[in-house]
């Protein structure tokens, strides 16, 4: 559950004024290069958000599930690998999740913030997270990779792809394949009603 966390965090990160849409829909395609031996297994999905602390991020294939989040709650579900068994869904105030502290802390860019460093290398921009955040996020660095210098992207669609690195070295590459922005979202979509026969845990 972490690293679709994680990915969801970096996919807002660049919020340099202007640099990111109030609101986007993008969909996605991740990739996790396996450290034991080597091989990159890929999964497919969708994020939505909308500032503040509005997101939504859907796996879709190959194994489902749903991360949703509001100012207020979050909600994690995990459905049945058997149709007309038991799915599960993990509940908690969004205010006590890294995610949620982190969005809000990067509205106003990457100069002046607490959580981590960057720098411009040629046609990437890398973020190094400080000793504290790499312990909660389990993350250690982040690049942004774009078809040109970093220094000139102006918008967050620029950046071509980017790759995660953890704390215990793995490699997690995430590429976006389409991204709508100033996207209109119904009254209810940073929520989520459990269907029957959900299994519900209060974090």
Do not use: C
Not at 4 to 18: E, N, P, R, Y
Not at 192 to 201: D, E, L, Y
């Amino acid at each position: 559950m972490k690293i679709f966390f994680l990915s969801l965090i970096l996919s807002t990160l660049v919020q340099a004024k202007g640099f990111v849409p109030g609101s986007f829909s993008a969909n996605f395609e991740e990739s996790i290069v396996s450290m034991a031996t080597g091989k990159e297994k890929k999964s497919f999905g969708k994020i939505d958000y909308k500032f503040p602390g509005h997101i939504r991020f859907e796996i879709i294939s190959p194994t489902p599930s749903i991360f949703v989040s509001n100012p207020n709650k979050s909600w994690y579900y995990v459905p049945p690998f058997i149709e007309g068994e038991q799915g599960q869904v993990t509940i908690q105030k969004s205010s006590k999740l890294p995610l949620t502290k982190f969005l809000d802390s990067i509205r106003n860019g990457l100069e002046d913030s607490k959580l981590f460093t960057h720098k411009y290398a040629g046609k990437d921009l890398v973020l190094t997270f400080v000793k504290t955040v790499q312990k909660d996020l389990t993350l250690k660095e982040v690049t942004f990779h774009a078809t040109k210098e970093a220094k000139s992207v102006q918008k967050m669609s620029e950046f071509e792809k980017m790759t995660l690195i953890y704390a215990d070295g793995r490699k997690v590459n995430l590429k976006f394949l389409e991204l709508k922005e100033e996207t209109v979202f119904p009254a209810k979509h940073f929520e989520f009603t459990p269907p029957a026969k959900t299994k519900i845990i209060k974090g």
